[in-house]
């Protein structure tokens, strides 16, 4: 994947930086000193000689087995129950699995502090769980890029097959039968594909596509333009990009905002005869709605190597369907996919144990008590800032370019900024991607996405008791769901303070507003006049949606003015278009937080 080069960000020298190191192994003795500006500093006291113990739960390729047998005693022990591997892991310091093995609580317990690293070879972390990882101050690491020309290739051969009718064809033969006529394919040259998610597999596919003579456009917030044209590949909406394509190809992250994307709405949107290939996550697809769709002929064929269920049941439809080539999640499953895997696996593990904090970290690290009490409602409101900033864009330039303003009255040395920008990069990541951002991955994240992110600070006058007065988020180059979030200067612009503890937005584009960032906010746009809260609040009403804060900014009397609405539960299509009906109303968004 092409990258951007991110800002140099200065921290101050009496911080714990990124970069320092120590030793993970339980042989270590971690005794913490506080100095000035709590900072966090770790006196390391120990045998520096003994190996750490790595148990190995699931089969891993001998390239990534020789690297960490030269490093620490390797425990290979498979197929483990439950109750076996918590007997067991109280002896290790690194565990290493893949996704047959559950890292429950139970394991981090039965630890007894011991693990410090757990190693995921794959990308997926839905077997391990992060938040008792946190807890416990275990580190989670993955190994997200071996698989991608695997995974890439696998899709190329599905979007061929399919064309072909490879599998049916191939099942026919084998039953005795010579049926020619029945399965005449189409071609693949000048048709246009969807690459949906134009991430590292995306691109490759794209690569590819290109190859066979495919138009390929994409969809991903987040790619930069200038990357796809470089490949010559055209960025468009979600919408164009279903609408227009012959061939859709999914390679994008389960996250909430991606389950069931394709779904009855989207497929009737479709190309009549689109041809569907899913290499992806099984749950981006509603596979009830996809049969429909499938019955209908909105869909011609579907390839897929994943499934919300895995495996399916035996009577599934889906499975079952005529026009459905399956595999069994093959993606990743070439031997070349597998050694690599093993081998960035185990450098992971082995940088962890030697006390470098990994880019393929996915869980955060342990902050100190004192500065996470004083940043704990601040950190809350930088990741909201960001999940608002990232859902008013639209359009398929993507996002680049990202301003944090911090005002505050604090010298520039006794403000660490570094987990409040790492949480606003989540905000701005998380909603569309799998990766999972803190303070160790924050900035590699946003560098290997394209996204460039910027800090100022606006030094106010008055006590430093409060680290700050307020956060501004801008996003630059971008157009917006809500044009009312444009400020003056040309930025989608969102504003947050801290009042009694709770983040509330304070500011969207050049409008004053003041709601507590709880739950959800619905935007109105709308022509200042008597009578504007009520009837937007009675729609809400009728449908059961619980109010918790509103609050209207304009800039004069009569004039435009925005309503910020909190409300407890999501709206749904039908309340959010009566309120679009209202007169008075000119445009409106739903932010999820």
Known sequence: MAMHTAPSLRIPSSSLSLSSKFPLSSALSLRPFHRRHRSLVFIVSASLDAKPTVLVAEKLGEAGLKLLKDFANVDCSYSLTPEELCSKISLCDALIVRSGTKVSRDVFESSEGRLKVVGRAGVGIDNVDLAAATEFGCLVVNAPTANTVAAAEHGIALLAAMARNVAQADASVKSGKWQRNKYVGVSLVGKTIAVMGFGKVGTEVARRAKGLGMHVIAHDPYAP?????????????????????????????????????????TFAKMKKGVRIVNVARGGVIDEDALVRALDAGIVAQAALDVFTEEPPSKDSKLILHEQVTATPHLGASTMEAQEGVAIEIAEAVVGALRGELAATAVNAPMVPAEVLTELKPFVDLAEKLGRLAVQLVTGGSGVKTVKVTYATSRAPDDLDTRLLRAMITKGLIEPISSVFVNLVNADFTAKQRGLRITEERIILDGSPENPLEYVQVQIANVESRFASAISDSGEITVEGRVKDGIPHLTKVGSFEVDVSLEGSIILCRQVDQPGMIGKVGSVLGQENVNVSFMSVGRIAPRKQAVMAIGVDEQPSKETLKKIGDIPAVEEFVFLKL
């Open 225 to 265: 333009a200038d990357r796809a044209r470089a490949i010559g590949v055209e960025l468009v909406s979600f919408d164009e990009a279903i609408s227009t394509a012959d061939f859709i190809s999914l390679h994008m992250p389960l996250t909430p905002a991606t389950s069931k994307v394709l779904n009855d709405e």
